[in-house]
Nanobody, 124 residues
Framework: QVQLVQSGGGLVQAGGSLRLACAAS????????MGWFRQAPGKEREFLAA????????RYADSVKGRFTISRDNAKNTVYLQMNSLKPEDTAVYYC?????????????????WGQGTQVTVSS
């Protein structure tokens, strides 16, 4: 079992940057694909980015491609989401997630474990 604890987030002006981190417990972090999602009020949870267990394969949603970067440090059991050129429409609660069975899962139903969520608010 994996427990995910998120940090980062907060309030930023449009055009600014934030970095989210997601630290995993346990010694098997490197066997899990990791992903980031977000959910705005009244909307479905939206896939943003995913990285394979080795870091070799990465997928992005079109809405964040070129602005967001996912990375992982298996030595630190941590996955990151660097967010640049933030827009007011990026405002949402952001979640990290872990999955052991799919190489690079891109749907929320494929993930087994979730972080607690962290609020990101982008002001105009």
């Amino acid at each position: 079992q994996v427990q995910l604890v998120q940090s980062g987030g907060g309030l930023v002006q449009a055009g600014g940057s934030l970095r989210l981190a997601c630290a995993a417990s346990g010694r098997t972090f490197s066997r899990y694909a990791m992903g980031w999602f977000r959910q705005a009020p009244g909307k479905e949870r939206e896939f943003l980015a995913a990285v394979s267990w080795s870091g070799a394969i990465i997928r992005y949603a079109d809405s964040v491609k070129g602005r967001f970067t996912i990375s992982r440090d298996n030595a630190k059991n941590t996955v990151y989401l660097q967010m640049n050129s933030l827009k007011p429409e990026d405002t949402a609660v952001y979640y990290c997630a872990a999955d052991r069975t799919t190489v690079v899962p891109t749907t929320k139903d494929e993930y087994d474990y979730w972080g607690q969520g962290t609020q990101v608010t982008v002001s105009s």
